[in-house]
């Protein structure tokens, strides 16, 4: 029912900036909750951020916090992952997902992306 696809992956420096977007294609994207996974060589999924149903309503997981962003623009129908002081940790896999109720976002949400590349160097 809701078809996801991030973009804005690629290489960067330490200390750099990324901006991830996740486009989500369906008839009512305002009623879904957004989450942000990452996945990095050899570990186990991580989660990352989540929004509500508005920018009032996030969750960050410890690692990221201060540091990154989510965002969702409704009229755009896309999620918004700001990441900030990039550090060669932060390279991984990350995937959106979405879900409807917000609770079941923070733990994996019922769709999926197909993930975007991050790579931080040093």
């Known amino acids: 029912q809701v078809q996801l696809v991030e973009s804005g992956g690629g290489l960067v420096q330490a200390g750099g900036s990324l901006r991830l977007s996740c486009a989500a294609s369906g008839r009512t994207f305002c009623t879904y909750s957004f989450s942000w996974f990452r996945q990095a060589p050899g570990k186990e999924r991580e989660f990352v951020a989540a929004v509500g149903w508005s920018n009032d309503n996030t969750y960050y997981s410890d690692s990221i916090k201060g540091r990154f962003t989510i965002s969702r623009d409704n009229a755009k129908n896309t999620v918004y992952l700001q990441m900030n002081s990039l550090k060669p940790e932060d390279t991984a896999v990350y995937y959106c997902?979405?879900?409807?109720?917000?609770?079941?976002?923070?733990?994996?949400?019922?769709?999926w992306g197909q993930g975007t590349q991050v790579t931080v160097s040093s």
């Open positions: 997902t979405a879900a409807v109720r917000f609770g079941a976002v923070k733990g994996g949400g019922d769709y």
